[in-house]
DNA sequence: TGTACATCAGTGAACGCGCGTTCACTGATGTAC
DNA sequence: TGTACATCAGTGAACGCGCGTTCACTGATGTAC
């Protein structure tokens, strides 16, 4: 078996044999997340979308429960990507911001494809997506804001003490605001504001609000969704 | 129409009327999503549950959808009434304890109660509760920590400028912590680890990791889903 | 290069199921006189 | 206090539906000789 001879992979419309079925279930699965949410959407549907039989599923997937699971493992490894590259900045005199720019892809993410990246975190997500033949993991979200404190850490810019445990308390805050966003709880106006109030919770967890550098313009102020429930205009 | 007379409501068991059906329709799927999640239940199974017809359920709320969000909104009412129950506390030298506590309130709900504090919060949850004859809702979550704020910076324990939405920042962090417990994707032993751990996230957004008071016991350490997932034993 | 054959990855019909919702109905309640 | 009647809150049968999954099958592929 050569290691380029693998199967013709790629472009399989129109054969009987599809070429790459399972990553085509996984893409229809993912378009279908996006458009009805985590669980708006059936096998059957997955299936029709790639031009498939109902049944074929079922030579890559063992129920509908591991397609799920494979999904939302595959969009957690590319999260975990997205967040390395976000990391790969040139050195610059402010020791936060690789941190910071992490964070940031992480909300992006949550902004940009609010269902699937509440899949990726769903209820009991990484269980269900155990021994299916899953890809090598890319390194988990929290993971990449892990490392990042290592190097804090290492440059003197955290103390020991401080370090302990610190990854969760970043993780919690920007899982946080990742989360309020995906599921509509504030809103923003476009990714810059995310951006901005990325950076100043994750500055606010090393620094605090009480030490924040004043900022050159004031903080800008997310909307949320039950206050300006009352001040609402008519309803459609 | 005397304000006492109301309607007998209470133990209805085995009568035609029911007294308060629509109450028990919503423990009833309060149970259902505390048992199975979300979403894993019928509007056959908890009118089933409570012993009348699954046609019943309409005389009360026009769709499964509505009794979902009613009981999302009831749910979200009886978070923030807890809250604000925690806030109530004696007066104390550390300023910053009442917001701790009503931080601590949130987590612990999510701890206790997973996939009930989800729904409350979940995807577009507020809309779908709309109009639904509700009752005069109790502070907001959010409303409730914004309260904290205010008494912080009316102390001058906050200056403007941090206080400028701070709510948000805030929120996200317990929202966070909530959120990664809830799913799982953090875990803690027991609740007065979770006291810990909010404590420790709420200070640090005031004051910073950086600042932080020398813990008189290191900070206890969370477990996280995915590293322990290589460390596992045998699978059953 | 050609043929036989095992294996793989599809098909399509069928299964039993429980779902949300509608409908014409009826029993219980409470008010008017 | 008694009766007529409107209203309210239940019943239970029925609807059409799409679901996940199984099964016996078949077409395509690739390897052995």
Redesign the pocket.
């Known amino acids: ?1 050569g290691e380029d ?1 693998v ?2 992979k790629g472009t ?1 419309r129109g ?5 790459d ?1 399972r990553g085509a279930l996984l893409d229809a699965a993912e378009a279908l997340v996006r458009e009805r949410g985590v669980d708006g ?5 997955a ?1 029709a979308r790639v ?10 997937f063992s ?3 591991a397609l799920v699971g494979a999904l939302s493992l595959r969009v957690l490894g590319q999260l975990g990507e997205r967040m390395g590259r976000a990391a790969d900045l040139p050195a610059e005199a402010d020791p936060h911001r690789r941190l910071v720019a992490v964070g940031q892809a992480y909300v992006r993410a949550a902004l940009e494809d609010p269902a699937v990246t509440r899949l990726a975190f769903g209820a009991g997500a990484s269980p269900a997506g155990r021994g299916s033949g899953v890809e090598p993991l890319a390194p988990h979200p929290h993971r990449v804001l892990d490392a990042e404190l290592d190097l804090l850490a290492l440059s003197g810019h955290l103390t020991p003490a401080a370090r302990t445990g610190a990854d969760f308390v970043v993780w919690t805050a920007v899982h946080g605001l990742a989360a309020l966003l995906a599921d509509g709880l504030i809103a923003v106006d476009g990714p810059e504001a995310a951006d901005r109030q990325t950076e100043r919770t994750v500055r606010a967890t090393l620094t605090g609000l009480h030490h924040e550098a004043t900022p050159s313009e004031p903080w800008p102020t997310p909307h949320s969704a039950h206050t300006t429930r009352a001040a609402d205009g008519p309803h459609p």
């Open positions: 078996m001879t199967k013709g399989g054969r009987y044999h599809h070429g079925l959407w059936s096998l059957r549907e299936s031009g498939v039989s109902p049944s074929a599923a079922y030579h890559h129920s509908r429960d």
